[in-house]
């Protein structure tokens, strides 16, 4: 092969990759262009979707809520009950001490 072929094969190859190239950014053009559209078609649909999902979570979440704070009562209510025995049988104890020594004889 000559230097001149060599040039000209240099020179389509050049030519190839180019339009290899151009072929690639119009069809990545083309993607972005139809996602875009159907982004635009579909932005109601999928705010009213959206919307009634963050609805339902909402309701669940109350719903869990309730649940949790229900399951809960009766052991608030059994630890202050005990909180309020304990308190009681302190103040029943001191009181008790207090007044021996008001009774007792010297």
């Known amino acids: ?3 001149e072929n060599l040039a000209i094969a240099r020179d389509w190859a050049i030519i190839i990759l180019a339009a290899q190239a151009i072929v690639f950014v119009a069809l990545g053009a083309f993607i972005a262009w139809q996602t875009r559209r159907a982004m635009r078609r579909a932005g109601p649909k999928v705010t009213h979707g959206l919307r009634t999902a963050r609805q339902a979570t909402i309701r669940a979440s109350e719903t869990a809520q309730r ?8 052991f608030v209510a059994a630890t202050s009950a005990m909180a309020g025995v304990r308190a009681g049988w302190a103040a029943w104890r001191h009181s008790s001490r207090s007044l021996r020594s008001v009774f007792r004889r010297r």
């Not at 649940?67 to 009766?74: E, M, Y």
């Open 1 to 3: 092969m000559t230097l």
């Open 67 to 74: 649940g949790v704070l229900t399951a809960a009562r009766p």
